[in-house]
């Protein structure tokens, strides 16, 4: 059982925005702005995202957005595209006898 | 630009031993921790422990304790991971990648190695 509950899976349109949410307790999500997320297409490795939960690196697109409130990380992608469609996990810095979880992953679908 | 190369998929016997490579290129290797993940098939990311590029020390998450070892080569800017007893559930993608622990941000990956046990 992973240490953060993402959704199995969604779904959008392309041009829709959807959120993919990310939840964890009052250990991790809750207590730091730490939280990370990652793309991965199929047979490929993950990309960075969002990182300190709001953050995006040099080259993501201004689509991608992460927020939170309390024990629940949110990752909004807007304007969605066909290459969007992917699997996506959530990570979250939980302190320092277990540094790192990572959420279940959902699978995004662009219909 | 940051390079992390992984070797090649492994096929092993249980009870056999491997050891994956991750050779770093682009950056200051002992300026960034690397961190170890497991990726069971068809199943999600499992955070395995860091190793600390300068000191050598090694962090391991709870259930990667004992049959699994971090270890480095500076001189050639790589880091390993050993796994010993082999059984058929450490069948999985294993990834090597850069980043700070207590960020929980691991900006750059390796391509991932298959390590594949069966009889």
């Known amino acids: 059982q992973s240490a953060l509950t993402q959704p199995a899976s969604v779904s959008g349109s392309p041009g829709q925005s959807i959120t993919i949410s990310c939840t964890g307790t009052s250990s991790d999500v809750g207590s730091y702005n730490l939280v990370s997320w990652y793309q991965q297409h199929p047979g490929k490795a993950p990309k960075l995202m969002i990182y300190e939960g709001s953050k995006r690196p040099s080259g993501v697109s201004n689509r991608f957005s992460g927020s939170k409130s309390g024990n629940t990380a949110s990752l909004t992608i807007s304007g969605l595209q066909a290459e969007d469609e992917a699997d996506y996990y959530c990570c979250s810095y939980a302190g320092s006898s277990t540094p790192v979880v990572f959420g279940g992953g959902t699978k995004l679908t662009v219909l | 630009q940051v390079q992390l190369v992984q070797s090649g998929s492994e096929l092993k016997k249980p009870g056999a031993s491997v050891k994956v490579s991750c050779k770093a290129s682009?950056?200051?290797?002992?300026?960034?921790?690397m961190n170890w993940v497991r990726q069971a098939p068809g199943q999600g990311l499992e955070w395995m422990g860091w190793i600390n590029t300068n000191t050598g020390n090694p962090t391991y998450a709870q259930g990667f304790t004992g049959r699994f070892v971090f270890s480095l080569d500076t001189s050639v800017s790589t880091a390993y991971l050993q796994i010993s007893s082999l059984k058929a559930e450490d069948t999985a993608v294993y990834y090597c990648?850069?980043?700070?622990?207590?960020?929980?941000?691991?900006?750059?990956w390796g391509q991932g190695t298959l390590v594949t046990v069966s009889s």
């Open positions: 990648a850069r980043g700070t622990v207590v960020a929980a941000t691991f900006d750059y």
């Open positions: 682009g950056y200051t290797f002992t300026s960034y921790a």
